[in-house]
């Protein structure tokens, strides 16, 4: 839904004599683009696992209660970690170098944001308290670094015309491995994460 507005502002209308205003103006269009499909994966990740976690508690209710917060707090982390860092990458990218520090950074702030955002909504459906709340949060995070890693390293290997040092590649294949590996890290880590704490075996006697 959002690549043929991120295709358009990648090839913006050629001007004879840029100017900075139209540089910004380029610049802006490509970060509001490319933003909505990052927004879009956040607050889709939310709703899901918050709903999953209330399902996992047998709660239907809590489960809708998770999913419409989760739904807010994904497409909020998202919206802010992609507004933050697309203009940092988009005005400092080489377009002609291999260098994965900045997709790597621009990648993991993002997806750790909405990975924290999802992680905390699922820790919300389970019920338990903040504490719960917290370990699923950076359950999350975590598995948002992860899978930042895989992807970007796999796609410079695997993929390497498919742009995927880009904020949102260029293949659909390239875009659904990176919608897939986001989610299935984040969902895992979070589980894990807003899993019970272990308890403490009593002392001997």
């Given amino acids: 839904m959002a690549w043929p507005r991120v295709r358009s502002a990648q090839t913006p209308k050629i ?45 239907g209710r809590g489960g ?8 807010a ?16 990458y988009f005005r400092n990218i080489d377009p ?25 909504a699922y820790g919300l ?17 975590l598995g948002g670094v992860v899978a930042t890693m895989i992807y970007d390293l796999v796609g410079a290997l695997a993929f390497p015309l498919d742009k995927t040092s880009q904020p949102v590649s260029a293949t659909l294949v390239t875009r659904l491995f990176a919608q897939l590996t986001v989610a299935v890290l984040v969902a895992a880590s979070a589980a894990l994460g807003a899993g019970e704490a272990p308890r403490r075996a009593p002392p001997a006697p």
């Fill in 64 to 71: 809708l209660v998770a999913a419409a917060v989760g739904l």
């Fill in 15 to 59: 001007v004879p004599y840029p100017t900075a205003a139209d540089y910004d103006r380029i610049i802006g269009g490509q970060v509001s683009s490319t933003a909505v499909s990052f927004i879009q994966q956040g607050a889709v990740l939310g709703a899901i696992l918050g709903l999953a976690g209330g399902l996992a508690r047998r709660s």
């Fill in 73 to 88: 707090l994904g497409a909020a982390a998202a919206a802010g970690a992609a507004y933050g860092l697309l203009p940092i």
């Fill in 125 to 141: 459906g389970l019920g338990g308290g903040r504490g719960r709340w917290a370990r699923g949060a950076l359950g999350g995070l």
């Fill in 96 to 120: 002609q170098g291999h260098a994965l520090t900045l997709p790597l950074l621009t990648h993991g702030g993002i997806w750790a944001a909405a990975g924290a955002a999802g992680g905390l």
